[in-house]
């Protein structure tokens, strides 16, 4: 499974009980739209977790941001 698949998966069921459907579509773009490397894929684990306070809670957006950075650390281990 390559990173960007891990993210949105994790994301999904992280949104899923509480996120609107639009929401979690906006979550999975910025995720998406991201180039395949550390730093871009950090900077979408940062929009995303900004997003998240803005519209579900202060929590899961701190939550999100963290576990997503985690998951980008794994996957890019060198740099």
């Given at each position: 499974?390559?990173?960007?698949?891990?993210?949105?998966?994790?994301?999904?069921?992280r949104?899923?009980?509480?996120?609107?459907?639009?929401?979690?579509?906006?979550?999975?773009?910025?995720?998406?739209?991201?180039?395949?490397?550390k730093?871009?894929?950090?900077?979408?684990?940062?929009?995303?977790?900004?997003?998240?306070?803005?519209?579900?809670?202060?929590?899961?957006?701190?939550e999100?941001?963290?576990?997503?950075?985690?998951?980008?650390?794994?996957?890019?281990?060198?740099?």
């Amino acid at each position: 499974m390559d990173i960007k698949t891990e993210l949105k998966d994790f994301s999904c069921e992280r949104f899923k009980p509480t996120a609107s459907p639009l929401f979690v579509e906006r979550a999975l773009t910025v995720i998406e739209g991201a180039p395949n490397d550390k730093k871009s894929l950090y900077a979408a684990a940062d929009k995303v977790g900004k997003l998240v306070p803005l519209f579900i809670n202060k929590g899961l957006g701190k939550e999100i941001d963290g576990k997503l950075k985690e998951k980008i650390d794994k996957a890019f281990p060198e740099s």
